[in-house]
């Protein structure tokens, strides 16, 4: 199933031969899911749990940065502050911010702030009060990448507002629950997407979860909607994103002449929530938390 042969160690780093430990459980499981016509993770997915590890420590320095900046975000903070801030915590700890340099991206975060749905550029903007802004941190540790951005209010935000940072929160939570093994993942996007439509709001589409852990971006597409075609089997030892951005209004965006800040085609809000998780036995682990 794995192109693995018989005598190969297992995939799951139990140090056995695949045969004496999980080809058997691989083949009942995954073949007849594969004739179904459900695309099943490369073995390159599967991490073991030495990498899992990597990707936990390198989540400490993520976890500890988005943690510090629920107190240091406040009106008259710039968004190049919050940039220096993340370059110097990730660089006196060993590790590199993913986003630096990564295909031209200039800064060592993203800063995305009301209409920006995504991949705001830090730089002399300065918070206001009742600004929403989503702050997201990809680690490198050792190799290791994590993922993970929280949503900030500043100072007296508007009802509006806050119930938009809210919703995508429950968006994210609910996707996690439903990731389980041998389950395809659009399970994920149809979850997020009943709760965004439940609200009123818009789902966005141009920008997805994604594998992550010995890069940044790989596959599974993580989609936030819901989808027609046959989604990706999870599988135990993958590593995945979920981030779901989630409009006030239409879920379309549009890229600005900097060709990297996406921002909402109405110019209403949009909020984001960010975990890096890996698949379990029974559901999944968040690593990001
Ligand atoms: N961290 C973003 C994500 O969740 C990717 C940012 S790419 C960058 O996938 F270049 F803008 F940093
Ligand atoms: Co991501
Ligand atoms: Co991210």
Request: charged share 25%.
């Amino acid at each position: 199933m794995y192109r693995l042969s018989r005598n190969d160690k297992c995939w799951c780093g139990s140090g056995k031969k695949y045969k004496l430990c999980h080809q058997k459980s691989d083949e009942k499981i995954l073949m007849p899911l594969k004739r179904q016509g459900y695309p099943i993770p490369p073995r390159r997915l599967i991490l073991n749990e030495e990498q899992i590890q990597g990707i936990r420590e390198s989540a400490k320095i993520t976890i500890a940065i988005l943690d510090q900046l629920e107190d240091m975000v406040k009106e008259g903070l710039t968004t190049e502050e919050i940039d220096n801030f993340v370059h110097k915590y990730t660089t006196e700890h060993g590790g590199v911010p993913a986003p630096l340099h990564y295909q031209g991206f200039p800064k060592s975060c993203c800063t995305s702030i009301n209409n920006v749905i995504a991949h705001g550029i830090p730089g002399k903007t300065a918070l206001k009060n009742g600004d929403i802004i989503n702050i997201d941190i990809t680690t490198i540790l050792n190799g290791y990448y994590s993922d993970s951005s929280s949503m900030y209010m500043v100072g007296e935000v508007s009802e509006n507002a806050r119930k938009l940072v809210e919703v995508p929160k429950q968006c994210m939570d609910e996707g996690i629950k439903a990731v389980k093994p041998y389950r395809p993942v659009g399970d994920i996007g149809n979850v997020i997407h009943d709760i965004a439509d439940a609200n009123g709001y818009g789902v966005v589409r141009d920008l997805c979860g994604h594998g992550v852990g010995i890069k940044f971006h790989d596959d599974p597409l993580v989609e936030h909607y819901r989808q027609k075609h046959a989604t990706m089997i999870m599988v135990p030892g993958m590593v995945f994103t979920i981030e779901p951005m989630i409009n006030e209004g239409t879920w379309r965006g549009r890229t600005l002449a900097d060709n990297w800040t996406f921002i909402t085609q109405d110019n209403k809000l949009s909020a984001q929530w960010e975990h890096t998780v890996v698949v379990t036995e029974d559901g999944c682990e968040i690593l990001t938390k």
